[in-house]
């Protein structure tokens, strides 16, 4: 395993659209590995591809005690919602109060390539929307709400 570099809000590369992974080999494997330590060395709670100047739709989250590896993940249905702040490994410098859905319905790939579809609410519906939208470029800065008078 490998710790990579996490690029920073003002790097292109977080702004552009990652590509569907097609092949679930040994390559794709060591991504996922290099993301957990690279995430856990850093104390988050989330990281996607992007953040590590990969353009491919791989995302792994890691929120209490449950930790999940998505590959090519899209939220299908979501409900409620919920304002709270959130930050980014790629934006240190700040705390984004950040309106999500309250409950969500998520599918993805395991690394094996097994479709999953499963549910999630609170924080970890939070993280899992943050990440999946850094696979479109998005970042929470993109979202931030002015906290209301
Ligand atoms: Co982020």
Redo the contacts with the bound molecule.
């Keep these: 395993m490998a710790l990579r570099n996490i690029i920073k809000h003002g790097d292109p590369a977080l702004r552009k659209n990652s590509r569907k992974v097609t092949s679930f080999n040994e390559r794709l494997s060591m991504l996922l590995d290099d993301m957990k330590e690279t995430m856990d060395h850093f104390d988050g709670v ?1 990281l ?1 591809a992007p ?1 590590i100047s990969i353009l491919r739709c791989v995302a792994i989250v890691e929120f209490e005690g449950e930790f999940i590896e998505m590959i090519n993940p899209e939220i299908i249905e979501s409900s409620g919602d919920a304002l709270a702040l959130e930050g ?4 240190l410098a700040k705390h984004c109060l950040v309106s999500r859905p309250e409950t969500i319905k998520y599918t993805y790939q395991t690394r094996n390539g097994e479709q999953i579809t499963n549910t999630a609410s609170g924080w970890l519906a939070r993280i899992i929307c ?2 999946i939208d ?1 696979l479109s470029g998005i ?2 800065i993109d979202k931030e709400q002015k906290p209301t008078q």
């Design positions: 989330g996607a953040q980014c490994l790629s934006i943050h990440e850094h970042l929470m």
